[in-house]
């Protein structure tokens, strides 16, 4: 039992530098996400889950609390730890007003156990909404449409 607690206190006691992710500053270009519903397929497939078809679904998950993520053109998927001017991660004003938009962000990456966080600095250029997914499944996808109580 000793033994472990003196490997508790040092392990406690190790510089925050070598327990903290190494961080990488990129510049990432891809689209504003819904992570909850991209994930989670719960709306569709990741093709249904963003662009213009899932713009209103994205602002009420991330109004409600849900991370927002980047969706890179590599097809990798960073989780947003926050967003230059907003401390949160979502539901802030910077996350609505992105929601859907593909965006250019200069900031700090940070990988570990497998998965992408960025901590957003600026958003260098905002290109708009710029994926029509609407085009293809509607502005409301017909398998989002729930079924009618019998």
Not at 26 to 41: A, M
Not at 137 to 148: D, L, M, Q
């Amino acid at each position: 039992m000793k033994r472990f607690w003196v490997s508790v206190a040092l392990a406690c006691s190790a510089p925050v530098s070598a327990i903290a992710a190494e961080g990488e500053r990129v510049e990432v270009r891809g689209e504003i996400i819904d992570t909850w519903c991209y994930y989670s397929g719960v709306m569709g497939g990741p093709d249904a889950v963003v662009g213009t078809a899932h713009h209103t679904c994205a602002l009420w998950c991330s109004a409600g609390g849900i991370p927002v993520g980047l969706l890179g053109e590599d097809g990798d998927v960073y989780m947003v730890l926050k967003i230059e001017g907003d401390d949160a991660s979502a539901s802030g004003d910077t996350q609505l007003r992105l929601a859907s938009h593909e965006v250019t962000a200069d900031g700090m990456l940070y990988r570990r156990d497998g998965l992408n966080y960025l901590v957003v600095e600026e958003v260098v250029t905002d290109h708009g909404i710029t994926n029509l997914s609407h085009d293809i499944y509607g502005p409301v996808p017909g398998f989002a449409i729930p079924e009618p109580a019998e």
